[in-house]
């Protein structure tokens, strides 16, 4: 079983709407959790990065959240542009990094 | 544009032979790390190197190996290839090697193994 769950696995909306993309993971001891946008065939991109100690972090209409109790992120898409679509991947850890399946985002007009 | 260079970007070979993938990070960024993504497995972490010394290790096969050089850039050497090798390999740098540092990825390496 991956130790990083991510869900939807896929997702289409509406540009202009909002949306949240769910990460769970069991991966221990915790150091980081990261999320990363990439586009098809292109290298990942950081979106955020948050230690434990932190809840939300923003970067632009992206913004991540974490809950260390229950082992749970989400980021959050504000005002979805049509540029937003992309795979939307979770990572967690430091050293040995693990990594979601990712969330298939599309945004359509 | 990340800044960090990969070559060669596309890479066709047999089973059985052996490739090497270069990386060369971003200017002034002293560690890099080595990614494998395959339709089947997703991202999966295989290496970091900090300063020319490893720092950490991930599903890497014995296969697999790698190093980086006193200029900072990175070599990821394949041998053996098999068929299940064939993915995405990218690299990424990193200013150090702190957890919270922000990995900055490069194009990609797509390898094919006939």
């Known amino acids: 079983k991956n130790q990083v769950e991510q869900s939807p696995q896929s997702l289409i909306i509406l540009e202009g709407k909002n949306c949240t993309l769910q990460?769970?993971?069991?991966?221990?001891?915790?150091?980081?959790l990261r999320w990363y946008k990439q586009d098809t065939g292109r290298g990942p991109v950081s979106l955020t990065i948050?230690?434990?100690?932190?809840n939300t972090k923003s970067n632009g209409r992206y913004t991540a959240t974490l809950d260390a109790d229950t082992k749970q992120s989400s980021l959050h898409i504000t005002a979805s542009q049509l540029s937003d679509s992309a795979s939307y991947i979770c990572?967690?850890?430091?050293?040995?990094?693990?990594f979601g399946a990712g969330t298939r985002l599309t945004v359509k007009p | 544009d990340s800044g960090v260079t990969q070559t060669p970007k596309h890479l066709i070979t047999a089973t059985g032979q052996r490739v090497t993938l270069r990386c060369s990070p971003r200017?002034?960024?002293?560690?890099v790390y080595w990614y494998q993504q395959s339709l089947d497995q997703g991202l999966q972490f295989l290496i970091q190197?900090?300063?020319?010394?490893?720092?950490a290790k991930g599903n890497i096969l014995e296969r697999f190996s790698a190093q980086q050089f006193p200029d900072l850039h990175s070599e990821l050497n394949l041998s053996s290839l098999e068929l299940g090798d064939s993915a995405l390999y990218f690299c990424?740098?990193?200013?150090?090697?702190?957890?919270?540092?922000?990995?900055?990825f490069g194009p990609g390496t797509r390898l094919t193994v006939l």
């Open positions: 990424a740098s990193s200013v150090v090697a702190g957890a919270t540092d922000t990995q900055y």
């Open positions: 200017s002034g960024d002293l560690s």
């Open positions: 990460c769970n993971y069991t991966v221990s001891p915790f150091s980081n």
């Open positions: 190197y900090y300063n020319g010394e490893e720092r």
């Open positions: 990572v967690v850890g430091r050293g040995d990094m693990r």
């Open positions: 948050m230690t434990f100690s932190e």
